[in-house]
């Protein structure tokens, strides 16, 4: 008896295959049928070069608005990403990255993609690669953006001088 998984798996693979232009693997066994795709795959021109690009559907879980976001929405969205940043601690200072300044710059864009630009304490620091998929995370979550993007920079490099208050007198620095 043939495993049930198994021929699947064959099957969905078969499937895929024949959907590539100019595979013929699928042609190998002739005793097995395949199904035909509902949109078969462009022909290709004489230079190899596919004639038409077939429709893909795409669809946007994000739930956020397709139209630009209205000043009371930016108002928000901004109230809402401070509030993301202040929930992102760098593990060896009890103070959050948004009070210590390590935050450059947020811009929303009209396609409601969240630029988030931001520094280290030091070029060396242990969660270098971690920190910045921590704010695109917390950043995510917020209502009427759809995308988040993080870069890093370290110029200008940060100091303590970026540090707000709050932060200073956390750290005993007043």
């Known amino acids: 008896m043939i495993d049930p998984t198994l021929d699947r798996q064959r099957r969905a693979e078969a499937m895929a295959n024949a959907q590539i232009p100019g595979l013929d693997s699928h042609k190998a066994d002739p005793s097995k049928e395949l199904p035909v795709p509902k ?3 462009p022909a290709e021109a004489a230079s190899g070069v596919v004639a038409s690009t077939p429709k893909r559907d795409v669809i946007d879980v994000s739930g956020a608005p397709i139209e630009p976001p209205t000043e009371a929405e930016i108002e928000q969205i901004t109230e809402d990403v401070i509030g993301q940043l202040k929930s992102v601690y ?13 935050i450059y710059k947020v811009e929303l864009e009209d396609d409601r993609l969240l630029k ?8 060396g620091c242990p969660v270098a690669g971690e920190m910045p998929e921590w704010v695109r995370e917390a950043c995510e979550v917020v209502a009427g953006v759809r995308r988040v993007e993080v870069s890093m920079t370290f110029d200008p490099p940060w100091t ?15």
Request: net charge negative; hydrophobic share 45%.
């Open 90 to 102: 760098d593990p060896e200072i009890p103070v959050d990255i948004y009070e210590l300044g390590l």
């Open 160 to 174: 303590a001088d970026r540090m707000s208050d709050e932060a200073k007198l956390e750290l005993n620095m007043l």
């Open 39 to 41: 949109h078969p795959a």
């Open 116 to 123: 988030v630009e931001m520094t280290l304490t030091a070029p």
